[in-house]
């Protein structure tokens, strides 16, 4: 007769210990659902702010009057640009007219393996910039291809691509000068500058030849 009682308050107890659970797990999601949906706005403001560092170094805000992040497209996994996932391209535009294409690029044969850049090509075929997002070039000898790193501050190498265009210089001489192109490069590092200099030339074709489809009559694709 007092086994009943034992096991009945045994499953109480555990009834309660579950239900006491269950309201602190409700109440704990509460909290991070309203934390998360109170710092939602900083975090992204945050991430669109360095998204738009990085746009600044390849393509100056006077050249474009819209907002340049909510005028995007999706590509698709595109060899040309070395990316096999699909990827995010920005228009800026100047008085509702496309100016330039703001988009990625993998130059897949880099010293130390893959090397992500992020170009700005105007509406006219030119290159606005290019920058080294993210590389694994040797310190010191291949990592010059990154302004910060790059020891000549006055005229960092990646510049020397700003400017050029695939319609207006011939494909022999996108290479380093060592291969009989134009390319400048430092000695002792001839793989990455080959890397970066193919993968940025093969970008610009692309978006030459593919103009009028992202800037179809100026409207937003």
């Not at 009057?65 to 060899?79: C, F, H, S, V």
Request: hydrophobic share 45%; net charge positive; glycine share 8%.
């Amino acid at each position: 007769m007092s086994v009943a009682p034992k096991a009945f308050s045994a499953t109480g107890m555990a009834l309660r210990t579950a239900a006491t659970l269950f309201v602190f797990v409700i109440i704990f999601t509460g909290f991070l659902s309203a934390a998360y949906l109170w710092t939602r706005p900083a975090i992204e403001a945050s991430a669109e702010e360095e998204k738009m560092k990085l746009v600044d170094e390849v393509l100056p805000r006077s050249e474009y009057d819209n907002a340049l992040l909510k005028d995007a497209l999706t590509l698709p996994p595109t060899a040309d640009l070395g990316l096999a996932d699909a990827s995010t391209a920005y228009i800026a535009r100047k008085g509702g007219l496309p100016a330039a294409l703001v988009f990625e690029a993998i130059a897949p044969d880099g010293y130390s393996g893959k090397i992500r850049l992020i170009l700005a090509v105007r509406a006219d075929g030119t290159i606005a910039g290019v920058r080294v997002t993210q590389h694994k070039e040797t310190p010191g000898l291949g990592d010059y291809i990154e302004p910060k790193k790059d020891k000549n501050k006055a005229s960092p190498w990646i510049g020397q691509f700003a400017g050029l265009s695939a319609s207006a210089i011939p494909d022999r001489e996108w290479k380093v000068k060592k291969d009989g192109g134009r390319i400048d490069y430092r000695a002792g590092a001839t793989v990455t500058p080959r890397a970066v200099a193919k993968a940025v030339h093969k970008a610009a074709k692309w978006a030459d030849a593919n103009r009028d489809r992202l800037f179809a009559n100026g409207a937003k694709q």
